[in-house]
T-cell receptor, first 114, second 113 residues
Framework: AQSVTQLGSHVSVSEGALVLLRCNYS??????LFWYVQYPNQGLQLLLK??????LVKGINGFEAEFKKSETSFHLTKPSAHMSDAAEYFC????????????FGAGTRLFVKA | DSGVTQTPKHLITATGQRVTLRCSPR?????VYWYQQSLDQGLQFLIQ???????AKGNILERFSAQQFPDLHSELNLSSLELGDSALYFC????????????FGPGTRLTVL
């Protein structure tokens, strides 16, 4: 069965520090991979996506993620955290398995300290 | 603003009742997805419609049903409500049937008392 695992339900970084949010997936077929961000009391917003091609994907707000097939990972990074990055981040996998299904990870809440 | 609208924003009802949540996708999007977000279960995919037809099914209970109308808006019907159905229900839309970016609405917060 397909699954998405986000390591760490909470991550805390200092402003200006590196942000690293981890995502691993399991899938028997090539997946489409996404990172979404959810700010309080709002819906989810796409940060970036990987479908095919270049494995390093750049998204909005300075975030990027690298698809590593051998590690079945799609970790999200940002070189320097801003206070405005504080939010919940979701990794998602879309898999064509009798109809495309999107599976979301449990989410990682990012705290940014001044 | 994602362009996806959901009504109502909040809904408070009692156990055993039935409610209907409504979603209008972004202009031009043919796919509509429904999700349930709760503290204990996280974000769960319920069902997807593409151009009026059911495309994919997730963890949707038999008490729940959905449809997409010819004008592409969608409704999620929840019946015989239980306390555990209290959650945020999100609708999302995308252009195509598979693998596209999904645009999420602001959600409907359902409280079952």
């Amino acid at each position: 069965a397909q699954s998405v695992t986000q390591l760490g339900s909470h991550v805390s970084v200092s402003e200006g520090a590196l942000v690293l949010l981890r995502c691993n997936y399991s899938s028997s077929v090539p997946p489409y991979l996404f990172w979404y961000v959810q700010y309080p009391n709002q819906g989810l917003q796409l940060l970036l996506k990987y479908t095919t091609g270049a494995t390093l994907v750049k998204g909005i707000n300075g975030f990027e993620a690298e698809f590593k097939k051998s590690e079945t990972s799609f970790h999200l990074t940002k070189p320097s955290a801003h206070m405005s990055d504080a939010a919940e981040y979701f990794c998602a996998v879309s898999i064509d398995s009798g109809g495309f299904k999107t599976i979301f990870g449990a989410g990682t809440r990012l705290f940014v300290k001044a | 603003d994602s362009g996806v609208t959901q009504t109502p924003k909040h809904l408070i009802t009692a156990t055993g009742q039935r409610v209907t949540l409504r979603c209008s996708p972004r202009s031009g999007d043919l796919s509509v997805y429904w999700y349930q977000q709760s503290l204990d279960q996280g974000l769960q995919f319920l069902i997807q419609y593409y151009n009026g037809e059911e495309r994919a099914k997730g963890n949707i209970l038999e008490r729940f049903s959905a449809q997409q109308f010819p004008d592409l808006h969608s409704e999620l019907n929840l019946s015989s409500l239980e306390l555990g159905d209290s959650a945020l229900y999100f609708c999302a839309s995308s252009v195509g049937p598979a693998g596209n970016e999904q645009f999420f609405g602001p959600g409907t917060r359902l409280t079952v008392l």
